[in-house]
């Protein structure tokens, strides 16, 4: 079954149900209209955008230049990363890039060439799309997770200098606040996978339905999509704070200034 195009005049009539959210932001003065404005103008600038980029993208089919686009992903993702965080810049986009790209190309390319066995790993119909969908959940949780971590951390110093005191190494003294922050950046998501299906239908099994798959073709994409995000998301997760601790503490195990509000 072919896909059924949205022209842009009832792209246009379809946006009309904005309105919706427009106006009760409006009328319980939630401060939120602004942002909300003008993050649904730049969504769908960016979006039109994209559209079309992606469609020459498609048409040259370059691994090079897919590649190429995914690095900017990757800088764009770790960019906005550091600046949803308080923690210093100069400490963390590094390891946020080097955790970004690490998990991506390796559960990435594990998802494209052994489980879907592509021919071509590196086309353009599938790497760009399924490195963005994991680029996408790796930066919503390491935003949650490294500034649940790091604030954390800043604010309950004497805890981890009360483990170290107690015969712990850095690593088990880092532990609370690791398990903190994988806690409130994994939560939702688990729920989320304890309900789909039942009470909730994925976006991206609907986006494949809608555009022609089986149910059952979808379905299995859907779970593959919800395996390789969590492990990408955790894996990046892991190597972002590990490699950022090092710049966190001298030599003896003290921790330097790590948050932007310390000066």
């Known amino acids: 079954m072919a896909t059924i195009d949205i022209s842009y005049l009832y792209l246009g009539v379809g946006l009309l149900l904005l309105l919706v959210p427009v106006y009760y932001l409006w009328r319980f003065e939630t401060g939120l209209l602004k942002g909300f404005c003008v993050g649904a103008v730049r969504m769908i600038v960016q979006m039109l955008f994209i559209g079309v980029y992606l469609r020459y993208l498609f048409e040259w089919d370059s691994p090079w230049v897919n590649c190429l686009w995914v690095l900017v992903m990757v800088y764009i993702a770790a960019e906005t990363a550091v600046s949803r965080t308080n923690v210093?810049?100069?400490?963390?986009?590094?390891?946020?890039?080097?955790?970004?790209?690490?998990?991506?190309?390796?559960?990435?390319?594990?998802?494209?060439g052994i489980?879907?066995?592509?021919?071509?790993?590196?086309?353009?119909?599938?790497?760009?799309?399924?490195?963005?969908?994991?680029?996408?959940?790796?930066?919503?949780?390491?935003?949650?997770?490294?500034?649940?971590?790091?604030?954390?951390?800043?604010?309950?110093?004497?805890?981890?200098?009360?483990?170290?005191?107690?015969?712990?190494?850095?690593?088990?003294?880092?532990?609370?606040?690791?398990?903190?922050?994988?806690?409130?950046?994994?939560?939702?998501?688990?729920?989320?996978?304890?309900?789909?299906?039942?009470?909730?239908?994925?976006?991206?099994?609907?986006?494949?339905?809608?555009?022609?798959?089986?149910?059952?073709?979808?379905?299995?994409?859907?779970?593959?999509i919800v395996v390789i995000t969590m492990s990408a998301s955790m894996l990046s997760l892991m190597i972002a704070i590990r490699l950022s601790v090092k710049k966190a503490f001298d030599g003896y195990g003290r921790m330097n200034k790590v948050m932007r509000g310390n000066g």
């Open 88 to 112: 210093r810049r100069g400490m963390l986009m590094m390891p946020l890039v080097v955790g970004f790209v690490v998990a991506s190309v390796l559960i990435g390319l594990y998802f494209l």
């Open 115 to 224: 489980v879907l066995q592509l021919d071509n790993i590196f086309s353009a119909q599938y790497f760009i799309p399924i490195m963005g969908i994991l680029l996408g959940n790796m930066l919503t949780v390491n935003v949650i997770a490294v500034g649940t971590f790091y604030s954390t951390l800043d604010r309950e110093q004497n805890l981890y200098y009360f483990l170290l005191g107690n015969g712990a190494s850095q690593g088990e003294a880092l532990v609370p606040f690791v398990r903190q922050a994988i806690a409130k950046s994994f939560s939702p998501t688990i729920a989320n996978m304890a309900v789909m299906g039942l009470v909730s239908l994925p976006g991206t099994m609907i986006g494949q339905i809608l555009g022609g798959s089986t149910p059952d073709v979808a379905i299995k994409y859907q779970i593959m």
